[in-house]
């Protein structure tokens, strides 16, 4: 097996300032990748990057380009004032499998988006330890010592769930409503800054109240008015880690929460990265609470990205997968009208030490699906090598051990071809919509 060489290089886009001393003010649109990037995908011969485009006959992803090119404006004008309405957003939410609940894909994605358009913070984290499960490794959410009760949880994967499932896709609860849950955003290894100022809290209507430490806290965290699932919790000071405090007050003492939205308050892109280890389309079509919650993050663009576990399945149906596609699109667009949606083709793995056929047929019918539909899609089966590159993939070093999943250098390729495809997207909107 050839073992591959090029390692650690995730590569953040630089941002060129156009305010320094003498400049026209005019800022040239920067590179998709760095020549780091680059080079790296060169180095794996199987990546189609010819193929790594976005399909969007229906311009459906047009309104979101126009919102980027919007933060663009704002950046070129190099002014840190906020506008009366508060900061400039563009918010991203993408639904997925354990491919997105691991967070290496994600990670690539956000920290791109963030670099090249504004980091407006963490966005969505969820309480996946406290559900048994694995964390994308850049923040951490524990409850702490003390009156804490014995806590629950439920996936969206779950046949019978137990609590109800909000926008994570996971439930926990504990059997008291007193106790402290720290929350908090860990460093690895770049510039960019998670601190937060700001925690939108999504729970169930019924959930004991929330609150942060009166030092910290600039006011009542109290339910929203507007939705009964969320609290917000402004604070007085950017900080990278947070104890909350739960407790009853009349009928807010039982009912689980869902996660944490990290907010500093600035110009650019909220990118909310919510996976589920198992999960299908037909699995996140059934969350009605999910889809409904959705629409209180204001999302510009949906990018859902699933399809190995049905193509893991043993009677995979072309028309029966549609369906399902289907039964999670449609509420989601008429939850939130004005975003767009963007459909990706899982990258193919092995069945029982084989390439897996069915990850072919399930890029095509999400190619069809998108057209018919007329939403956005992109061919990350086919860009990534198409038919029988799993093979590829394990002889470069890049699947997992169990030949499902990827390594985390694998999953950087992939992020990587996302994010090039949706600028590359932006760029050809750029140059003909003056």
Not at 3 to 30: D, M, N, P
Not at 44 to 63: E, Q
Not at 226 to 253: H, K, M, P, Q, W
């Amino acid at each position: 097996m050839l073992k591959h060489i090029v390692y650690t290089i995730l590569g953040i886009i630089a941002v060129v300032s156009s305010c320094a001393a003498g400049g026209s003010g005019a800022r040239q649109e920067e590179e998709e990748t760095t020549p780091s990037d680059s080079v790296f995908i060169a180095s794996y011969p199987f990546v189609d990057t010819a193929a790594d485009t976005i399909s969007d006959p229906a311009r459906n992803l047009v309104p979101f380009y126009t919102r980027l090119r919007q933060l663009d404006s704002i950046r070129t004008a190099c002014s840190d004032s906020l506008s009366a309405d508060g900061p400039r957003l563009v918010n991203i939410i993408h639904f997925g499998d354990s491919h997105i609940q691991a967070g290496f894909m994600t990670d690539v994605i956000m920290r791109h988006l963030h670099s090249r358009f504004g980091n407006a913070g963490r966005g969505m984290i969820v309480p996946h330890k406290i559900c048994g499960s694995n964390e994308p490794r850049d923040y951490a959410i524990r409850p702490l010592p003390g009156r804490c009760g014995q806590w629950s949880s439920a996936r969206a994967v779950n046949s019978r769930c137990a609590l109800p499932i909000g926008i994570s896709g996971v439930a926990v609860q504990s059997s008291t409503a007193d106790n402290r849950i720290l929350i908090c955003t860990l460093p690895t290894g770049d510039s960019l800054d998670y601190g937060f100022n700001r925690v939108r809290v999504f729970h169930d209507k019924y959930a004991p109240i929330i609150e942060a430490d009166d030092s910290l806290s600039a006011g009542l965290g109290a339910p929203d008015i507007i939705y009964d699932f969320n609290t917000d919790i402004d604070l007085i000071a950017t900080v990278d880690s947070l104890e909350l405090r739960t407790y009853a007050d009349g009928r807010f003492a039982k009912g689980p929460i869902y996660g944490f939205s990290l907010e500093n308050g600035r110009d650019g892109i909220l990118y909310h990265a919510i996976g589920v280890n198992s999960a299908c389309y037909l699995h996140w079509g059934r969350q009605e609470e999910a889809i409904r919650q959705s629409a209180a993050l204001e999302p510009d663009l949906i990018i859902l990205s699933m399809g190995s576990n049905e193509a893991s399945g043993n009677n995979f149906n072309d028309e029966v997968f549609y369906r399902e596609i289907d039964r999670f699109v449609a509420p989601l667009r008429a939850a939130n009208p004005e975003a767009a949606i963007l459909l990706t083709a899982p990258a193919q793995a092995f069945k029982r030490g084989t390439p897996n056929a069915n990850f072919g047929r399930v890029s095509r019918t999400l190619k069809r699906y998108a057209q018919d539909k007329g939403v956005a899609f992109i061919d990350l089966y086919g860009a990534t090598g198409g038919e029988g590159s799993a093979e590829s993939w394990a002889e470069y070093g890049l699947m997992g051990r169990d030949r499902i999943h990827y390594t985390e250098e694998g999953y950087r390729v992939q992020g990587l071809l996302i994010y090039n495809a949706l600028y590359n997207g932006y760029v050809g909107y750029g140059s003909t919509a003056q």
